[in-house]
């Protein structure tokens, strides 16, 4: 008896023991990413153990000694026992170049096609070891390498018969972090700037340093630090101290540093009469100060520029061109080796034309005229950013000019910090699109890559997600976005779903009961967010000023091209922005097989409203009308969400409790607003169709008045932002009785 008590003891002991063991070590906030290394299962540690035994780097730099660092905590964390660095044994992984390790030297490895940044991943034997190389051209491309390896381990890979060899196919891939020296983030939605310039060059923040670790872990090879919309003391002899600070911690990672600048900044810092990009003063002045910059910081990146858009001064304020512009300020970085991110988001609140052919015309006439240290910067899409677009119409048209593809991060449009919706969807979507400019093949990652025309540079952005909240992004799930940007633009033929999976296995855990269940969820989610904000081409139906919630009733801005009315053009006859060659002929922007497609009656229902005014008993390929689609398609986007959250729930054994409460209650206010986008919009679009709700689709439970009062005077992100409320908002809601809560 007392004996069985005691191995009764003795079983509970042991297995409290092992459910200790098998814990997560600590609880976890998302502030480790998917550089989390929490030991592996033992069965796979027994087989990774022996392959992994030290690490062995023959000479330091900045560089080398981050992958070794790396190295020894991502092995030591995820086999869970000490790896050190250590001389050449069995198992040993040997990391290095040619020049700086005599090892690989002697291995003579096939580097030569790898570039600048490409790495080697080989099992091979040295002196009758059997070892583990990393090896690349330049020492940044065996921290790639070995960030690769671990992520080798932590996706449950084989690492005993490598022979991997990988390289960029973009050159730049730059993340634009919308930062103001002040610490507020345009369209910031997970806090404040991690940059605190004030104390900067004393104080460092660490986080700058884990931050370009996971920048690099990715192959994120150069960010803009602040906001585009920018601020002329960025470029002031302070800050640039400050930045050379910066360059500093994030030059071991591989990450340059870029800035984003004010046209005006001649007049405005140089106290120059014009900033006139044709005055051979205002070329001295760009000169001078390029070359004060580089004297302090030998790698610095380049500018990116808005200019002549949205308030921003820009070289048309002097009757000269975009291409002037940007060729003033490229001719100063040339000699250094910089390049110019010259943006071509430009409409004007005078021109008259459709706001989605404005850049276009103004850009297009400028191809070839731009140096070859410019980029034109083209966003996905011609409007901005929406859950769908299609494609921006530059892309295939300025074939003799670099492009570089700008996606958004963080998610103005698609519900912000808490709505779940993994971008590298969209990504993917465009980058596959067939332009058709040189026939069929003719795809954007063709364009941007630059073979489609020979350029020998490339470059993607994407529009930063990054602030001060624990878990950086916002929200746990929007670090996939961080993740997958800097995934794809390595490789533009990985597919979402394989980023999906590799990212949840690292982020969380590996067990394919919960990959095979959560990599569909994200799959799904992109189309989800389409169907109940923007189903059917709708777009930029979001409230003004913040672009949080639904405000397809707005009429009354002052610019009428950011009124959502003028993008939807509800009338009584029907609904949509006629695009064709009846209406502003935006489609002849295409090549001619898409312009035909997109005005013609096979449009894609994806595209029909952006592209089509039609009638809301309009026959559908479904052969439903367009208004019964409409609703179907805002009551799917809700029940998508649904299952969102259904499936998040049975995730709860294999999450941490802390990461699975808060996206659990992210999904929770997703579900909350995706009902609220879908009853104001049909209320709203009901109030034109005077149709009926299809059979078992449930009326809106308010009226339209209802949710036009809905008012949210401080939702994050807009800097700038004033709270007055607009015309269509009563002033004192509380007075006439109207909610002004999110219903
Ligand atoms: C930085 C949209 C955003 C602005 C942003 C602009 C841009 O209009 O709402 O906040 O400004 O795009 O990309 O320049």
Redesign the pocket.
Known sequence: MRGDWARAALVHLFAAGVLLLSAPARAEDGYDLWLRYRPIEATAQAQYRPLATAVVSQATSPTLDAAKTELTKGLSGLLDRPVGAGALADGAVVIGTPASSPLIAGLKLPLAPLGNEGYLIRSTSIDGHAVTVIAANRDIGVLYGSFAFLRLIQTRQQIARLDISSAPRLKLRLLNH?DNIDGTI??GYAGHSIFDWHKMPDYMDPRYTVMARADASVGINGIALN???SDVWMLAPMYIGKVAALADVLRPYGVRVYLSIKFSAPVELGKLKTADPADPMVAAWWKQEVDAIYRQIPDFGGFVV?AN??GQPGPRDYNRSQAEGANVVADALKPHGGTVFWRA?VYSEKDPTDRAKQAYNEFKPLDGKFRDNVFVQTKNGAI?FQPREPVHPLFGAMPKTNLALEVQLTK?YLGQATHLVYLPVLFKEVLDWDTMAKGKGSTVARVIDGSLEGHTTSAMVGVSNIGDDRNWTGSQFNQADWYGFGRLAWDLNLTPEQIAREWLAQTFTNDPAFIDKMAPMMMASREAVVNYMTPLGLHHIMATGH?YGPGPWVDDLPRPEQNPVYFHRADAKGVGFDRTPSGSDATSQYAPPIAKLFAGPDIPDRYLLWFQHVGWDHKMKSGRSLWDELVLHYDEGVAQVAQMRQTWDAMKPYVDAERWSQTAAFLGIQAKEAQWWRDACIAYFETFSHMPMPAGHAAPPHDLTYYKAVYIPYAPGRTGYTAAPFKNTPKDPDQNGIATQIP
């Open positions: 919308w345009e369209r906001n585009v919309s808005k858009s949205e988001f901005d103005e672009h």
